[in-house]
Antibody, heavy 126, light 111 residues
């Protein structure tokens, strides 16, 4: 059974960089699949941040693209999120997730989140 | 940008059937797999429907999904409502650029 666990600072200062890591257990991050970050501001809905494929290819939410970097570390079996220039609007529960893929004609695209971490609250405040 | 729109809330009595809609805009919902997630307070989302109408193992057959191409919408139907079904429900898909999209969520009250 694949398990994901987010870790990182729970408090980040405005204008700083939010950094989170998602540790994957029960499976190798190199074996395939897309890996994703999703966030949820308090009392609000889910927002997709971006995905990374096991090859390192990335897709980002256009509204966050200029501030987001998602990377993968196969040696540590984890992937990471960096969000720069944060404001109070970035306060949210951040989830990491594994994304099921469907493959057609040699390419594999993401389509649904089949494993989730428990989520970690990150507050942006001075 | 491809968007998914859900009603903010729905309510129904135990034992009844409820349907939650998810309407696509700025793009076709047909051909892009639609998923439904259930989220209880303080917990991560869990999948109740994937691939438009498939149930993961462990999800009761009271949950079903469908697509209506004429209205460019997806629907989640829950029959034989139980108080434990009370939760937030989100539809989700990916657009043609492989950008993930969530609906705004629907709060289901079982009263």
């Amino acid at each position: 059974q694949v398990q994901l666990q987010e870790s990182g600072p729970g408090l980040v200062k405005p204008s700083g960089t939010l950094s989170l890591t998602c540790a994957v257990s029960g499976g190798s991050i190199s074996s395939g699949h897309w890996w994703s970050w999703v966030r949820q501001p308090p009392g609000k809905g889910l927002e997709w941040i971006g995905d990374i494929y096991h090859t390192g290819s990335t897709n980002y939410n256009p509204s966050l693209k200029s501030r987001v970097t998602i990377s993968i570390d196969k040696s540590k079996n984890h992937f990471s999120l960096k969000l720069s220039s944060v404001t109070a609007a970035d306060t949210a529960v951040y989830y990491c997730a594994r994304v099921a893929e469907y493959c057609n004609s040699g390419s594999c695209d993401p389509y649904y989140f089949n494993y989730w971490g428990q989520g970690t609250l990150v507050t942006v405040s001075s | 940008n491809f968007m998914l729109t859900q009603p903010h809330s729905v309510s129904e009595s135990p034992g009844k059937t409820v349907t939650i809609s998810c309407t696509g805009s700025s793009g076709s919902i047909v051909g892009n797999y639609v998923q439904w997630y259930q989220q209880r307070p303080g917990s991560a989302p869990t999948t109740v429907i994937y691939d438009d109408n498939q149930r993961p193992s462990g999800v009761p057959d009271r949950f079903s999904g469908s697509i209506d191409s004429s209205s460019n919408s997806a629907s989640l139907t829950i029959s034989g409502l139980k108080t434990e079904d009370e939760a937030d429900y989100y539809c989700q898909s990916y657009d043609s650029f492989n950008h993930g999209v969530f609906g705004g969520g629907t709060k289901l009250t079982v009263l």
